[in-house]
């Protein structure tokens, strides 16, 4: 709020400030709500130069900030920053008007435009939801989702991404986790994770086999193998591995194929295994020592040419 050099000259630009009923009357709809020069038009049946011309008046004596959304400036008062004998003036001011028939009206007029507008977005909504994804894709993309589901993961984990090849999933992870692991008996694929994930502090590579993990007993609260599992002649040992490093009560998810006839596919993927069953999957977490296994197939992708994909977890 801006002050003059002494307190009474600033006490008298306060009251000065408060000595019209137009302003009263804004002041009593922007201690509640924020809103534009358009909603108050309506509310206070003023022309637009007139609100702003007093809107100007209260910004310059501190008692409304606005703040922009889009291409409207919406304004609102600022309680919480208004100086004591500010607040003081103001609250005099309203226990004084609280009464104030006009008040009531002005009131009235702020429901309907609120409805107004809350009906705005519902039929613009109504009609966009047949196409909604379609449009929100195009719009936005869909890495936003991706990043609201990964700030659901619990700061403080560390999580060991086992295969981790050129390290993607590491670097997707890395900024809402405590530590990534990334585990990997390829060279040429650690590289390349070394790469993309350089400069993120708390990514550690290592190279080593996903049947004899390089890491320490129940030090990691997630592992994660990701399109991994066909390419290992005996998968319950990288199981086995996996619920080693996970702490009690740590989570495993996998993701592979869903078993498949497509045997031209896993001979140029150069895969030791056409996939896996679901009820085998979560028989076999279960058999190394997870709880609360479970797995399921996901639906293809549009536009993916290989076989489908299953999703598999436990504790």
């Not at 000595?19 to 022309?47: F, I, N, S, Y």
């Not at 400036?73 to 104030?100: C, H, I, S």
């Amino acid at each position: 709020m801006k002050t003059t050099a002494t307190q009474p000259a600033a006490l008298l630009n306060w009251m000065d400030s408060l000595a019209d009923a137009t302003r009263l009357r804004l002041l009593h709809l922007l201690e509640k709500h924020e809103l534009g020069v358009v909603d108050l038009c309506e509310v206070l049946q003023m022309p637009q130069s007139t609100v702003s011309r007093h809107l100007k008046v209260l910004g310059d004596q501190g008692w409304v900030l606005s703040r922009r959304q889009a291409t409207t400036n919406l304004y609102f008062m600022p309680n919480g920053e208004l100086p004591a004998t500010a607040r003081k003036l103001w609250t005099l001011a309203r226990e004084q008007t609280d009464d104030w028939a006009t008040l009531a009206h002005d009131a009235l007029r702020l429901e309907r435009r609120l409805t107004h507008r809350t009906g705005d977005a519902r039929d613009f909504f109504a009609g966009a939801a047949g196409q909604w994804d379609k449009l929100r894709r195009e719009l936005y993309g869909d890495r936003f989702m991706n990043a609201a589901v990964l700030a659901l993961l619990p700061s403080h984990w560390t999580i060991a991404d086992l295969g981790c090849g050129t390290g993607q999933i590491a670097a997707e992870l890395s900024p809402y986790v405590h530590k990534i692991i990334g585990i990997d008996n390829s060279s040429a694929m650690l590289k390349a994770a070394a790469k993309r994930t350089k400069g993120l502090k708390n990514v550690e590579l290592r190279e080593g086999e996903l049947t004899a993990l390089p890491i320490k007993d129940a030090t990691c609260d997630a592992a994660i193998l990701a399109l991994v599992l066909t390419y290992i002649p005996e998968p319950a040992a990288a199981l086995r591995e996996m619920r080693r490093i996970i702490k009690p009560g740590g989570k495993a998810v996998i993701i592979d194929l869903l078993r498949h006839d497509r045997d031209n596919f896993r001979r140029d993927m150069e895969q030791v295994h056409a996939g896996f069953e679901p009820d085998a999957m979560r028989r076999d977490l279960i058999a190394v020592g997870f709880t609360n296994a479970a797995c399921h197939a996901l639906p293809p992708e549009p536009d993916t040419k290989g076989p489908a994909l299953i999703l598999a977890t436990a504790t």
